[in-house]
């Protein structure tokens, strides 16, 4: 497999990034160009002689340029295997000439169907048909035709034209391989959108590798980062200072972010193996971290923090003061990044991608995958139904309110204990929810008379509720919904407390 000299190269593209330098080159170098519609148009207003495929096909574009390059003079030009004696006589007996170079990039069909309130009839119209066959017929024969994409490829193909060296078969095969993944891609967005169902009955991913991780939740384990996303928050050009991320600063980095951006007030988010073990709200951040930390110094050693406001240098120089794995934030402060760099080892993480949508959550299992919609459902004041005799306060509805947030990215069993917008007390993951109550009492490392609960689900008896009325607790949120609700019910007016259902659940598991 030899190296391969362009000769003639057809460009036929919607995203004209570096088109324009791309065809100078060609040009420069005596290539002929073979051009449709709005690229012909682009490059001959620019100087750059071209031949219009209408002209070169003899047969003009149709159907408003719906069919323009679906023809076999376009195609026997590129999927002629030049090798092949037989397929050289039939292009010398219909007069077609080899295409040594497609350069194409497709209708933009994704960012046509992202829009908000996108029409039916523009997404179909977005559907490219010429493009991926021709990307296709050019990535099938990549033994004698280059096939580019993707508009960072240009250089390589410039380099190769400017050194008179053609194509490799290594690099033709490697373009080749690209611009399969990129009509698959592009298919799988079509699928999604035309089907009507919110789970389809065949799931199809799309994740690119970012970077393979030193290993995964223990040394003996192989891991790796792939992603869908173009600015997602672990890529490396995200990553300010610090050590390589490794799989738990990913899962715990994620677990911070969810939480974070739950607020719109200044919020610090302190996590520990996936789970909460501080959360604070306040005006002031500085505030809002020392809150969140008091309320278990313990388990914030080696944590990972998050913080939903561009960091302070005040801020910075307190997270100094212990262990810390990593910190992300929307945007810091640049004499924070000065105090937070004087740590050699600490991540710093400033991403792009800080407010991108949540996906689905998709979690294997023995055989299979399971796939869910992200839990981002809304406390919906409308449909809170006060219970308990006592109406709560307003200073005890925020606290419900907060400890309700917070709940729902804690393991379940979770109990929440909060107040002033602060957590002092985290119960996670355990078996029995009473158990959980109890843990967030041990946990406290202040008084919790007076406190707010929260319970990502409803109490199956009437023990954790006892348990929450034993240290004071005087108000709780929770679903409701259990069988013995009367009794539990009938345990918070027994302590005096204000019990209010939302009638919704989260679990985590």
């Known amino acids: 497999m030899k190296t391969k000299k362009i000769e003639r190269a057809l460009l036929s593209v ?4 570096g088109l324009l330098e791309l065809a100078q080159a060609l040009n420069k170098a005596g290539i002929e160009i073979l051009s449709t519609g709005g690229t012909a148009k682009m490059l001959s207003d ?73 029409s039916d009839a523009d997404a179909i119209e977005n559907i490219d048909i010429g493009g991926p ?49 990129r009509t698959s891609a592009y298919d799988r967005a079509i699928h999604a959108y035309l089907s009507s169902a919110t789970q389809p009955d ?33 890529t490396g050009e995200n990553q300010l200072h610090g050590k ?55 388990s914030a050693f080696g944590s990972v923090l998050a913080f939903n406001k561009k960091l302070t240098a005040e801020t910075a120089e307190e997270i100094g003061k212990t ?18 760099k004087q740590k050699k080892n600490i991540r710093i993480i400033r991403p792009k991608g800080f407010y991108l949508p949540e996906t689905d959550v998709i979690k294997t299992v023995i055989g299979g995958l399971l796939v869910q919609s992200p839990d981002n459902i809304l406390l919906d004041e409308a449909n809170l139904r006060v219970v308990s005799k006592r109406q709560p306060t307003p200073e005890e509805m925020a606290d419900m309110r907060f400890a309700w947030t917070v709940a729902k990215h804690v393991k379940s069993n979770a109990i929440i204990f909060a107040r002033d917008g602060q957590t002092v007390g985290i119960g996670a993951g355990q078996m029995s929810r009473v158990d959980s109550s109890k843990i967030a009492v041990s946990k406290a490392q202040s008084p919790v008379k007076g406190c707010a609960m929260s319970s990502d689900a409803f109490f199956p008896f009437r ?12 108000a709780v949120i929770c679903p409701g919904g259990s069988v013995r609700d009367d009794e539990v019910i009938a345990a918070a007016d027994q302590y005096g407390m204000a019990m209010v259902f939302t009638g919704i659940r989260h679990f985590r598991h």
């Open 14 to 17: 919607s995203d004209k990034t």
């Open 46 to 118: 620019n100087g750059i002689p071209v031949v219009k495929i209408s002209d070169y096909t003899g047969h003009p574009e149709i159907m408003e340029g719906r069919v323009k390059s679906l023809h076999p003079k376009v195609h026997g030009g590129i999927l002629a295997r030049r090798s092949d004696k037989g397929h050289m006589d039939d292009m010398a007996k219909h007069n077609i000439k080899p295409i040594d170079l497609v350069v194409v990039n497709l209708y933009p069909f994704e960012q046509t169907v992202a829009k908000s309130g996108v």
């Open 133 to 181: 066959s021709m990307i296709r017929s050019a990535a099938k024969n990549h033994e004698d035709v280059a096939v580019v994409v993707d508009t960072t490829d240009y250089p390589e193909i410039i380099n190769a034209i400017q050194n008179g060296i053609g194509t490799s078969y290594e690099q033709r095969r490697r373009l080749a391989t690209k611009a399969f993944d």
């Open 202 to 234: 065949m799931l199809k991913l799309e994740y690119r590798k970012v970077s393979p991780l030193r290993y995964g939740e223990n040394p003996h384990q192989t891991a790796s980062f792939f992603t869908t996303a173009k600015d997602m928050v672990y």
């Open 244 to 298: 390589e991320l490794s799989y738990n600063n990913i899962l715990d980095i994620s677990a911070a972010l969810q939480l974070a951006r739950e607020f719109s007030d200044s919020c610090a988010v302190i996590i520990k193996h996936t789970n909460p073990c501080g959360v604070a709200i306040d005006a002031n951040q500085l505030t809002a971290y020392k809150k969140a930390y008091a309320c278990d110094t313990a």
């Open 323 to 340: 262990f810390v794995e990593a910190v992300i934030a929307p945007d810091y402060e640049d004499k924070a990044i000065e105090i937070l």
């Open 463 to 474: 023990d954790g509720i006892d348990a929450a009325g034993e240290v004071g607790i005087t």
